[in-house]
T-cell receptor, first 113, second 111 residues
Framework: DGGITQSPKYLFRKEGQNVTLSCEQN?????MYWYRQDPGQGLRLIYY???????QKGDIAEGYSVSREKKESFPLTVTSAQKNPTAFYLC????????????FGPGTRLTVT | SQQGEEDPQALSIQEGENATMNCSYK?????LQWYRQNSGRGLVHLIL?????REKHSGRLRVTLDTSKKSSSLLITASRAADTASYFC???????????FGAGTILRVKS
């Protein structure tokens, strides 16, 4: 059963704590992406990776970090430096580059209080 | 920065009617894609239209692209209650490697 999984679905953290969101894909895709979605808004790109051991900042990378040690995995860490971390986080993957459709995971809703 | 802007922000129609959503963008693109998002879920790819294409069909979906006006439209014919969702356009710029999403149109189909 191929696809992208994100865990957990809901995550609650206290302010000042770092938290890591998981994203795994078994589609053999080279490229992976992290987006943030706020209520009533579109998606904003946080980080993306086109190949293992390489990644680039998106439009809103401040306060976030990523790693790409394996092709299948692209975890996102929301650090305490992120001023407003409460949001819906979506992970996606695609073949090679965004000329191809992106496949999305089900998302993780993070609430920081 | 968001390049695509959808219009209208929200649309409410009766089952069986057609729904049209529009997307405008600012810079030259390689392709434009439309996605659907059911409430609280991930996005699902609907259709991709390349910059050298003017119209594309997929089932009940029809997408047009006018690069001179930097705009695209998504038509859903004979809508169903299950079409209720948010619809986003996303553009890939000339230099590739990432998509830029609009804010979306919320479609409600009443049965």
């Amino acid at each position: 059963d191929g696809g992208i999984t994100q865990s957990p679905k809901y995550l609650f953290r206290k302010e000042g704590q770092n938290v890591t969101l998981s994203c795994e894909q078994n589609l053999n895709h080279d490229a992976m992406y992290w987006y943030r979605q706020d209520p009533g808004q579109g998606l904003r790109l946080i980080y993306y990776s086109q190949i293992v051991n390489d990644f680039q900042k998106g439009d809103i990378a401040e306060g976030y970090s990523v790693s790409r040690e394996k092709k299948e995995s692209f975890p996102l860490t929301v650090t305490s430096a992120q001023k407003n971390p409460t949001a819906f986080y979506l992970c996606a993957s695609s073949n090679e580059r965004s000329s191809y459709e992106q496949y999305f995971g089900p998302g993780t809703r993070l609430t920081v209080t | 920065s968001q390049q695509g802007e959808e219009d209208p922000q929200a649309l409410s129609i009766q089952e069986g009617e057609n729904a049209t959503m529009n997307c405008s963008y600012k810079t030259s693109i390689n392709n434009l894609q439309w996605y659907r998002q059911n409430s609280g879920r991930g996005l699902v790819h609907l259709i991709l239209i390349r910059s050298n294409e003017r119209e594309k069909h997929s089932g009940r979906l029809r997408v047009t692209l006018d690069t001179s006006k930097k705009s695209s439209s998504l038509l859903i014919t004979a809508s169903r209650a299950a079409d209720t969702a948010s619809y986003f356009c996303a553009t890939e710029g000339e230099y590739g490697n990432k998509l830029v999403f609009g804010a979306g149109t919320i479609l409600r189909v009443k049965s």
